[in-house]
């Protein structure tokens, strides 16, 4: 059970950096500062971009955390 939750975690981490990336160059693309992001209205792509990073992000803390306790 741990090495399927470690390659779980394993391929949250990854589609995360790859998001994270993605968002940061969307940003980047239409002229906002990607360390304000969270400060001010996005267009609909990079809200889009923005809630499935936060998704995962969530999913990997849960996947984590299920690890330490079990």
């Known amino acids: 059970m741990l090495s399927m939750s ?3 975690s394993e391929k949250l981490r990854e589609r995360l950096r790859n998001l994270d990336e993605e968002f940061e ?3 980047r693309k239409r002229g906002f500062d ?3 992001a969270d ?3 996005l267009p609909t792509h990079l809200a889009e971009l923005k809630a499935a990073r936060d998704e995962v ?3 990997l803390a849960e996947s984590e955390g299920r ?3 079990g």
């Open 25 to 27: 160059d969307e940003l």
């Open 6 to 8: 470690l390659t779980e």
């Open 67 to 69: 690890q330490k306790i």
């Open 57 to 59: 992000s969530a999913q």
């Open 34 to 36: 990607p360390a304000q």
């Open 39 to 41: 400060n001010v209205a």
